[in-house]
């Protein structure tokens, strides 16, 4: 089992960058993904919900990134990808993608997101 995130980096505000998490593994593959989701941790604070998209592409974002982030995923492949434009410093964090699978949530090891000029 493995969750493999990508795309991190450092970028100035106003900038873009695409995060991508592929799930691999037998229980990937032997059931269906319904819901996969990034979360971010900024340092000294909790994990936080960034976005969520289902099998059905239906998707529900965190109020403070609507408009400028946006999740999508590759039923086939299963992966999810997390599109961010127009990033701000407050969007620095460590980001995870999270993927819930016959009753159990799981976690990629993180990519770190860092806004500054």
């Known amino acids: 089992v493995q969750l493999q995130a990508f795309g991190g980096g450092l970028v100035q505000p106003g900038g873009s960058l695409r995060l991508s998490c592929a799930a691999s593994?037998?229980?990937?593959?032997?059931?269906?993904?319904?819901?996969m989701g990034w979360y971010r941790q900024a340092p000294e604070k909790q994990r936080e919900l960034v976005a969520t998209?289902?099998?059905?592409?239906?998707?529900n974002y965190a109020d403070s990134v609507k408009g400028r982030f946006t999740i999508s995923r590759d039923n086939a492949k299963n992966t999810v990808y997390l599109q961010m434009h127009s990033l701000k410093p407050e969007d620095t964090g460590v980001y995870y993608c999270?993927?819930?699978?016959?009753?159990?949530?799981?976690w990629g090891k993180g990519t770190q997101v860092t806004v500054s000029s």
């Open positions: 999270n993927v819930p699978v016959a009753g159990i949530n799981y």
């Open positions: 593994g037998s229980i990937f593959s032997r059931n269906v993904i319904n819901f």
């Open positions: 998209i289902t099998s059905g592409r239906s998707t």
